[in-house]
T-cell receptor, first 113, second 113 residues
Framework: DAGITQSPRHKVTETGTPVTLRCHQT?????MYWYRQDPGHGLRLIHY???????DKGEVSDGYSVSRSKTEDFLLTLESATSSQTSVYFC????????????FGPGTRLTVL | DQQVKQNSPSLSVQEGRISILNCDYT??????FLWYKKYPAEGPTFLIS?????DKNEDGRFTVFLNKSAKHLSLHIVPSQPGDSAVYFC????????????FGTGTRLTIIP
């Protein structure tokens, strides 16, 4: 258990509305990641963070923004949700002394109608 | 461009037999590889990893083999148990300065009792 929680766990929203997903960790890890999982695509990196206020884009960052104002929280925002952003979103952390292994949260299922 | 490929979307194996899951990669800069297991409605869980300086790593019933010349890795599960039924993702990382993971599309393993 890597001490990661995600909220909400399920959300249904309408096209054009803003949505924020939260990832919370309790063990002071420096590195945090947001992925989306879609059939036929596996897990794809959206954004990642290597410290407070330090973030960078992944391979599918269009339409998403992130913020990390404190170590324990990494927020993913869809400014104006679209149906193509219907997906399962996973947050992950990496231990600085744990090599390259990432540990995942339980996920958020987002449906955009 | 799918840099990590799992060409078998699904695999069925009799309980007690060996399960072999395969993964191919195209980027020769990848030097660290991981396998994750995912149950429905849960986040992926880390299973086993291997560095490119090794060609085999074992952990209980799970063994990962790496063939660098063929850019191929495989996960062997012996003996297979019903609880092994899940989706398995392989992932790769390289010394790109950002430690990002690139995932395959996953293989759904079903163990037949």
């Amino acid at each position: 258990d890597a001490g990661i929680t995600q909220s909400p766990r399920h959300k249904v929203t309408e096209t054009g509305t803003p949505v924020t997903l939260r990832c919370h960790q309790t063990e002071n890890h420096r590195y945090m990641y947001w992925y989306r999982q879609d059939p036929g695509h596996g897990l794809r990196l959206i954004h990642y963070s290597y410290g407070v206020k330090d973030t960078d884009k992944g391979e599918v960052s269009d339409g998403y923004s992130v913020s990390r104002s404190k170590t324990e929280d990494f927020l993913l925002t869809l400014e104006s949700a679209t149906s193509s952003q219907t997906s399962v979103y996973f947050c992950a952390i990496r231990w600085e002394r744990g090599g390259l292994t990432q540990y995942f949260g339980p996920g958020t299922r987002l449906t955009v109608l | 461009d799918q840099q990590v490929k799992q060409n078998s979307p699904s695999l069925s194996v009799q309980e007690g037999r060996i399960s072999i899951l395969n993964c191919d990669y195209t980027n020769s800069m990848f030097d660290y590889f991981l396998w994750y297991k995912k149950y429905p409605a849960e986040g992926p869980t880390f299973l086993i990893s291997i560095s490119s300086i090794k060609d085999k790593n074992e952990d209980g019933r799970f063994t990962v083999f790496l063939n660098k010349s063929a850019k191929h890795l495989s996960l062997h599960i012996v003996p297979s148990q019903p609880g092994d039924s899940a989706v398995y993702f392989c992932a790769a990382s390289g010394n790109f300065g950002n430690e990002k993971l690139t995932f395959g599309t996953g293989t759904r393993l079903t163990i037949i009792p």
